[in-house]
C-alpha cells in the first residue's frame, strides 16, 4: 500500500499562495493510482479539493477551480497543490490520499492510503 506524506502549508493572509507537496513511496502511475486532496475543518466532514489521475488528468472542486492547481514531478513521486487567490474558507487541514480504481472519486471512504494532513491557515 503506498504511504503518503504532505508539506508545505503554513500560515498566509487573504489573497496569498501557498504549495503543498505530496510524496508517495512509490510510482503513481506504475501503480495506477488515483491521487486526491482533501480538507477538513474541525471536526467536519472530509471536503474533496482536487483529484490527479496516473495519466495525469486531473479535476477540481468548483470551489477551489481556477484558483487551484495540480502538478507532479513523477522523478520523485511527488504531486504539488498550487494555492492562489487563497480565502479564509480555504483553511484547514490538508490530506492527500491514494486510490487504486477506475476514476477520481470524491468520498474520503474510498481513498485506502493518506497523509497525516498538513495544516493551512487564512487569515482575513
Known amino acids: 500500500q503506498v504511504q503518503l506524506v504532505e508539506s508545505g ?4 493572509q487573504a489573497g496569498g499562495s501557498l504549495r503543498l507537496a505530496c510524496t508517495a513511496s512509490e510510482s503513481i502511475e506504475h501503480g495506477y493510482y488515483y491521487v486526491a486532496w ?3 475543518l474541525r471536526e467536519t466532514q472530509r471536503e474533496w479539493v482536487s483529484c490527479f489521475n496516473y495519466n495525469g488528468e486531473t479535476d477540481y472542486s468548483d470551489s477551489v477551480k ?3 492547481t495540480l502538478s507532479k514531478d513523477s522523478a520523485v513521486h511527488t504531486f504539488y497543490l498550487q494555492m492562489d487567490r487563497l480565502k479564509s474558507e480555504d483553511s484547514g487541514k490538508y490530506y492527500c490520499a491514494a486510490r487504486s ?3 477520481c472519486s ?3 471512504r474510498l481513498y485506502t492510503s493518506w497523509g497525516q494532513g498538513t495544516q493551512v491557515t487564512v487569515s482575513s
Open 38 to 40: 482533501f480538507r477538513q
Open 9 to 12: 502549508g503554513g500560515s498566509v
Open 66 to 68: 481556477g484558483r487551484f
Open 106 to 108: 470524491n468520498q474520503p
Open 101 to 103: 480504481g477506475t476514476y
